[in-house]
Nanobody
């Protein structure tokens, strides 16, 4: 079973930046970040696979950048130009090719003045 350890998150003013990191206990084909707002379903933010093929949610394109270090099984999410509507709980995600999904415990991101 893949263990995911998240770091980053916190409180930032609108227009500010935050960086989320997630370390996996073993290699996963696809890693990334989802987020969840109160009363809403979890939604994709960005994912990246071992071939560096990336998917972004439209609302974060141009503001968020996902990268991964395959040697260290780490995925990072650099979030710039943050907006209040980005506020939510962000979850690290990992999935082996054809295998089950794994989730981190979640980290709170709050964008507020």
């Amino acid at each position: 079973q893949v263990q995911l350890a998240e770091s980053g998150g916190g409180l930032v003013q609108p227009g500010g930046s935050l960086r989320l990191s997630c370390a996996a206990s073993e290699s996963a084909y696809r890693m990334g970040w989802f987020r969840q707002f109160p009363g809403r379903q979890r939604e994709l933010v960005a994912t990246i696979n071992t071939a560096d093929i990336i998917n972004y949610q439209d609302s974060v394109k141009g503001r968020f950048t996902i990268t991964r270090d395959n040697a260290k099984n780490i995925v990072n999410l650099q979030m710039n130009a943050l907006k209040p509507e980005d506020t939510g709980v962000y979850y690290c995600y990992a999935r082996a090719l054809g295998g089950p999904e794994y989730w981190g415990q979640g980290t709170q991101v709050t964008v507020s003045s």
